[in-house]
């Protein structure tokens, strides 16, 4: 029986605490960046193993923070991967440098070490990476590349919240790392992310997240503040209110049980999926904690008589809600003219794009809708399957 209701494709899991925290901060007095933000910041810190954090108002302000820390120049080239959301390459474009794209690997979807060296030359600056989808890239053979060429890794750790490599926290490899708390993240403050580096990066960015301006108001605004500010860099406004903070306190306190709940369904869809001749699932290689962000489900299009879009378009038919992560980059109108790329120039990216849907995979999600996922895909492989 298919569903009655639609099951969209994603909704977050925001509670009473997390509520009844909003409005203690809204009643409060204080509402933007103050003590909430810091203590968020802390209790990030402390979760990932890190020195410090420094929260902002997206992932997106995060990258472009940490490159603009790594002084990347206009003409510089920053390495990253084309199957990614596009904020990973705008940020290159921010500072008019180049983003210079390294094809995936089938398996993982991450970044392919084997094909960065060749792609390094004296402009690269950076190399950005992506664990996608929460599954960590191959972290010894990138930091060896970076270490050889001493070049410093930004991870993009907006799928990363939750997950590990070789038991080390994914966010912990890099120079600079930047989670995201978007609405549809592991963890979300709605809009929001959080930027990990060193203590002397850290307050570097500090400054430049707020005008450039060498305190934080709230401490010029209290009691034994000052007045006196100075603004050594025409700086961004990228600071997280604690609004945003008070959401992110109680979702960082239930980290365990969402991805818990997360790697329970995924591990749902693998057992029903996994011997489907007309599917491939997510792979998880070994010494690797999958965050699951995304559950990405191929087809194996040679068997089947429809494409991926008609194959989401039955899905939505039946109610279930879908995405895609990710259409690559290098397609996009901005970079195909830019750079004048063709849709081969990154061939696996190119393929598993045409074949790859996300399915819903969040902690809200009940077992009735797990299974009526599993049974709307089967419904409709069995009808546009050829044996
Ligand atoms: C969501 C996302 C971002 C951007 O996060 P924001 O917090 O919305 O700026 C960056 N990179 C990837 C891979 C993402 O999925």
């Not at 009655?4 to 909003?22: A, C, H, K, M, R």
């Not at 903070?245 to 749902?268: D, P, T, V």
């Not at 998880?284 to 699951?292: G, L, N, R, V």
Request: aromatic share 10%; net charge neutral.
């Amino acid at each position: 029986m298919p569903r009655t209701t639609f099951l969209s494709y994603f909704q977050p899991s925001i509670g009473e605490d997390e509520i009844n925290e909003v409005i203690d901060t809204l009643k409060s007095g204080w509402v933007t960046t103050g003590e909430k933000s810091h203590i968020f910041e802390r209790n990030f810190a402390d979760y990932l193993g890190v020195d410090c954090a420094l929260a902002l108002n997206s992932c997106t302000a995060a990258l472009h923070l940490a490159l603009l820390l790594l002084n990347i120049k206009p003409g510089d080239e920053v390495i990253t991967t084309p199957f990614t959301f596009v904020a990973t390459s705008n940020v290159i474009e921010y500072l008019h440098a180049r983003p210079v794209f390294v094809d995936i690997e089938r398996d993982t979807l991450n970044i392919d070490p084997n094909k960065i060296e060749e792609k390094i030359t004296n402009k690269t600056k950076a190399i950005l990476i992506v664990h996608y989808g929460g599954h960590a890239c191959e972290m010894n053979a990138i930091m060896d590349i970076a270490n050889k060429y001493s070049i410093p890794v930004v991870e993009d750790a907006a799928h990363g919240m939750g997950g590990s490599y070789h038991n080390k926290k994914l966010g912990r490899f890099g120079t600079f790392s930047a989670f995201s708390f978007y609405a549809n993240k592991n963890i979300t403050t709605i809009e929001g992310g959080m930027l990990i580096g060193n203590k002397e990066l850290i307050n570097k960015a500090r400054i430049m997240s707020l005008h450039g301006i060498d305190r934080d108001a709230w401490k010029r605004y209290r009691q034994d503040g000052s007045w006196f500010y100075e603004v050594i860099y025409p700086g961004l406004k990228y600071n997280m209110t604690d609004v945003s903070a008070s959401i992110g306190l109680h979702q960082l306190k239930k980290i365990n049980s969402l991805q818990g709940k997360r790697s329970r369904i995924a591990n749902s869809y693998n057992a029903a999926f996994k011997n489907n001749p007309f599917l491939e699932v997510p792979c998880q290689k070994s010494k690797i904690d999958h965050a699951w962000f995304n559950y990405p489900l191929r087809l194996n299009l040679e068997r089947l008589k429809i494409s991926k879009a008609e194959f989401i378009n039955e899905l939505t038919k039946l109610n279930i809600g879908t995405s895609v992560h990710f259409i690559p980059v290098h397609l996009h109108p901005y970079y195909k003219n830019k750079y004048g790329y063709v849709p081969n120039d990154f061939p696996v990216a190119y393929k598993e794009y045409q074949r790859v849907l996300s399915i819903p995979l969040y902690p809200a999600m009940l077992d009735s809708d797990v299974e009526d996922v599993i049974e709307s895909i089967c419904l409709i492989l069995n009808k546009v399957g050829e044996k």
